[in-house]
């Protein structure tokens, strides 16, 4: 199975703070990943496929780079409301994978 | 507005067996892959099962193959997860996804339930 890690495994932050989290995977992905918001008690949310493009709905201060095996999640002004913890996932292979969620909470 | 409602969940001994069900509506449920995604309290995501749109095909985790069945009935607009030879460790809020683009992701979420695995 393919392996992913992320990193920092939290971060505290302020509101209107860039953020920047990194996700890797033990092998080449192409552009197959995903990532996802989770607050306590919901479901995820898709914010970014294929790396890089924006889901329909998830603000623009969200965005997704990367390919290979390194990939980040950046957050351009962080919003009260995205404090929240960060998942990565690939689809490259079979099984899809998530990485263990990088938390995000107020400084 | 696409929703999926999840219900089935609950407590359960070891060994026993429940019926989890995804009540689709909103979209055209027979034209796409759908997935269980479990998380254990407190940790991360795992993939469960996938189908295809037809139930033709279907694929487990090793954690779970021979012991759960995944099916559709896309006359009903309803997703399923039959798990037998319960164990502490399949304890975990589970979730139903929709497959969203060819990229592998999915973009909708049940907002899950709880399985509890406990004597």
């Known amino acids: 199975d393919i392996q992913m890690t992320q990193s920092p495994s939290s971060v505290s932050a302020s509101v209107g703070d860039r953020v920047t989290i990194t996700c890797r995977a033990s092998?080449?992905?192409?552009?197959?990943l995903a990532w996802y918001q989770q607050k306590p008690g919901k479901a995820p949310k898709l914010l970014i496929y294929?790396?890089?493009s924006l889901q329909s709905g998830v603000p623009s201060r969200f965005s997704g780079s990367g390919s290979g095996t390194d990939f980040t999640l950046t957050i351009s002004s962080l919003q009260p409301e995205d404090f929240a913890t960060y998942y990565c996932?690939?689809?490259?292979?079979?099984?899809?994978?998530f990485g263990p969620g990088t938390k995000v909470d107020i400084k | 507005e696409v929703q999926l409602v999840e219900s089935g969940g609950g407590l359960v001994q070891p060994g026993g067996s429940l019926r989890l069900s995804c009540a689709a509506s909103?979209?055209?449920?027979?034209?796409?892959?759908m997935h269980w995604v479990r998380q254990a309290p407190g940790k991360g995501l795992v993939w469960v099962s996938r189908?295809?749109?037809?139930?033709?095909?279907?694929s487990y985790a090793d954690s779970v193959k021979g012991r759960f069945t995944i099916s559709r009935d896309n006359a009903k607009n309803t997703l399923y997860l039959q798990m037998n030879s319960l164990r502490a460790e399949d304890t975990a809020v589970y979730y139903c996804?929709?497959?969203?683009?060819?990229?592998?992701?999915?973009?909708?979420w049940g907002q899950g339930t709880l399985v509890t695995v406990s004597s």
């Open positions: 294929a790396a890089s």
């Open positions: 092998q080449g992905i192409s552009s197959w």
């Open positions: 909103g979209f055209t449920f027979s034209s796409y892959w």
């Open positions: 189908i295809n749109s037809d139930g033709s095909s279907t």
């Open positions: 996932q690939q689809a490259n292979s079979f099984p899809v994978t």
């Open positions: 996804a929709r497959g969203g683009t060819l990229y592998g992701d999915y973009d909708y």
